[in-house]
């Protein structure tokens, strides 16, 4: 599973911890020079990383800009997936379209 699957299932699912998480993503770190800053920063804070610098950092990864909005999209579309509501296919049908090329 590569650290973009490993994400979408930590914001989406909750089904993987955190620090794997962090833990995958600073060893994959080379391969995203474009996204060294969100690296550098998820490693200075480690396990107290935002989940907001984990939704840039998808986008970034995705080859999206991070903007606001990009990432207001993005929280409000896991915070209903995770909320297991009527809308739970919709809203991740939101949360992959912000991601599509």
Known sequence: MGIAELLDRYLLEGTAKKADVIAALLHERAKY???????????????????????????????????????????????????KGVDVVSAREQYFAELAP
Do not use: C, N, Q, Y
């Not at 020079?33 to 920063?41: D, E, K, N, Y």
């Not at 984990?54 to 579309?77: E, P, S």
């Open 33 to 83: 020079p474009h996204a060294a800053a969100f690296f550098t920063g998820i490693e200075s804070l480690g396990v107290r990383a935002p989940d907001l610098s984990l939704i840039a950092l998808r986008l970034v990864l995705a080859g999206k800009k991070a903007d606001d909005g990009a990432v207001v999209r993005m929280r409000h579309a896991i915070e209903r997936v995770r909320a």
